[in-house]
């Protein structure tokens, strides 16, 4: 790859001959009004450096196309491994969460928030069984500090937190529900909320009305179920911070069972995440809107007070969701 180098190279990367490499390739024409997401993005991921997130090798930049060269992951998605085993426990779960955990917590003490933690963005590093979990797509991550308060309304249904929906100032608490989300699924398969209409899914949310139902459930611990609902939390002041989720014995201790729950999660999966509206990044702002021409504006009130402060400006953020990126693997050679 022989492209100009515009942008400041990062001093610590040392590229080996012929190291395999993934290139995020991003035309230029749809980042207009949205150079503030990318250089976002860029200085999320020139920022940190973690076993378990995939890195930001270097950047180049032609004419028409802004290139990010990644670190290469070639294990496939989190929920396609899990059904093409054969053997899947509590305790596979728990090994798989806490890497997600002591990533997050990273990201928590660098003072950034992800804000987009879904399955379809955690992969595996290689195709081998013991493979590592890696966390990637900071389209939407955001750093504290930075002048603004965390308002916008972005992520992906079903995975965002209450506050998000309410649009309150959040924090990173955010993520903190998202992993317990993802912990549930893994669990039983299916997600905790589930709409075909969208008013009905963030009504749901916004209650924090989930369940965990027999029979999907009768063989999962009480271990287990006290960890979620401790993440899925309503109110984030009462929510656990990655710190007090990695303390707790279904993931510091042995209360993961071992039992074989494949059949049944497996099945689930299969059945559920075909849903295209959970692999969809999404401005929520225009639904909250119908929301509330459908009346529901008085469950929201009733949820989060009546303070509630809609941001009319959409979040610039929606990187992820509005250019086409093509992602491709090739052979860089040192030096060119």
Known sequence: LTLPLSLSPLPSIS???WKMVAVKCIPKKALKGKETSIENEIAVLRKIKHENIVALEDIYESSNHLYLIMQLVSGGELFDRIVEKGFYTEMDASRLIKQVLDAVNYLHDMGIVHRDLKPENLLY???HDEAKIMIS?????KMEGTGDVMATACGTPGY???EVLAQKPYSKAVDCWSIGVIAYILLCGYPPFYDENDSKLFEQI????YEFDAPYWDDISDSAKEFISSLMEKDPQKRFTCDQALAHPW???DTALCKNIHESVSRQMRKNFAKSKWRQAF????VIRHMR???LGSSLNSSFGSSMSFDQQGPNSMLAKSMSVDCATLSRKDGN
């Open 125 to 127: 590093y290689n195709p």
């Open 251 to 253: 993931i510091a201790g």
């Open 160 to 162: 965002v937190a209450p």
């Open 293 to 295: 021409r459908l009346q």
């Open 15 to 17: 590229l080996s001959l």
């Open 283 to 286: 401005n929520a702002t225009a």
């Open 206 to 209: 916004l209650k924090a009305d």
């Open 137 to 141: 797509d900071f389209g939407l991550s």
